[in-house]
């Protein structure tokens, strides 16, 4: 039926005044968030300790240096080679977790509830149990000489060669069960008689998980490629309070170089322009989210 005009008014009324329920939460984002970016961006053209009154604006000349900073490079290409290797490791795992526990386990409550715990506990706590539990004399290396390899004990977090390895490791057992948790829900969709056809066409498991099972989740592999990404460039306890970014600088990553560059010293105004190409990689990765997930919800 054709509305009115005073039927029209009453509605343009009414969604305008949904928009005062959003009101607080636009406002809390425009002061913290927004604003931050903003005075960022401002800093980021100053050559300023930090917690001096006086600057010296330098226009674009901390955006020049980062070019020819190797540290700046060596931070990009650990926290790339970190976020690959862990959002790549806790797909794999979760994925086949997920679908033996859909599958064949028993104890499915028990199981979900175990592989979820790391998740919950504090990224501090997991990452000073680890540095206790991999420093030469540590439980890991003791039982690794308990069972006779000798020559494979050594300081997991201290070595060039295996430190970044090491904390990648720490952040798959960490992480793996959110992958699970996702992949589990999106599993839980899937139509049982889909399942049923491909079991009496004789189909075996890994068949079933790759050829059936993974097509029809592939939202979820999506979704969880560009948060891990996102998460991967926000990663900072565990690295810092591992390896600090050592030895050298063979674990450093994008946050805790800005950490050292601001705090410890005291040059804020590189610093700012370190966490303006954070922010801008990061918000590549959250506009393509919010694109997947409009995708999703017209499919």
């Known amino acids: 039926m054709p509305t009115t005009r005073a039927e029209r008014t009453r509605r343009r009324g009414a969604g305008a005044g949904a928009y005062l329920y959003v009101l607080p939460a636009l406002a809390l984002i425009a002061v913290t968030a927004l604003y931050s970016i903003a005075a960022n961006v401002v800093y980021s053209t100053w050559d300023w300790s930090g917690i001096s009154d006086s600057h010296v604006g330098v226009g674009l000349r901390n955006y020049a240096d980062l070019v020819h900073d190797r540290v700046f490079w060596k931070a990009i290409a650990n926290t790339l080679v970190f976020g690959i290797a862990t959002v790549s490791l806790q797909m794999v795992l979760g994925f086949s977790l997920a679908v033996l526990v859909r599958t064949?386990?028993?104890?499915?409550?028990?199981?979900?509830?175990?592989?979820?715990?790391?998740?919950?506990?504090?990224?501090a706590i997991i990452a000073t149990s680890f540095r206790v539990l991999l420093t030469p004399d540590g439980a890991f290396n003791q039982m690794l000489r308990g069972l006779g390899m000798t020559g494979f004990d050594h300081g997991w977090l201290t070595d060039p060669k295996t430190a970044l390895a090491t904390i990648i490791a720490i952040n798959v057992w960490q992480y793996t069960g959110y992958s699970f948790v996702i992949y589990d829900a999106a599993i839980s969709q899937i139509e049982p008689s889909i399942i049923e056809a491909a079991r009496l066409d004789g189909l075996g498991a890994l068949g079933m998980a790759t050829r059936i099972v993974a097509p029809l989740v592939k939202g979820s592999h999506m979704v969880l490629v560009v948060l891990g990404l996102i998460s991967a460039l926000k990663t900072f306890d565990v690295v810092f309070l591992t390896t600090g970014g050592g030895p050298g600088v063979e674990t450093e990553f994008l946050s805790t170089y800005i950490y050292r560059q601001v705090i410890s010293q005291f040059h804020a105004g590189y610093g700012a322009a370190l966490s303006v190409v954070l922010v801008a990689v990061a918000m590549v990765f959250a506009v393509l989210q919010v694109r997947l997930v409009q995708r999703q919800a017209d499919v």
Do not use: D, E
């Open 104 to 123: 064949r386990a028993r104890g499915r409550g028990v199981l979900r509830t175990l592989l979820f715990v790391p998740v919950v506990i504090s990224p």
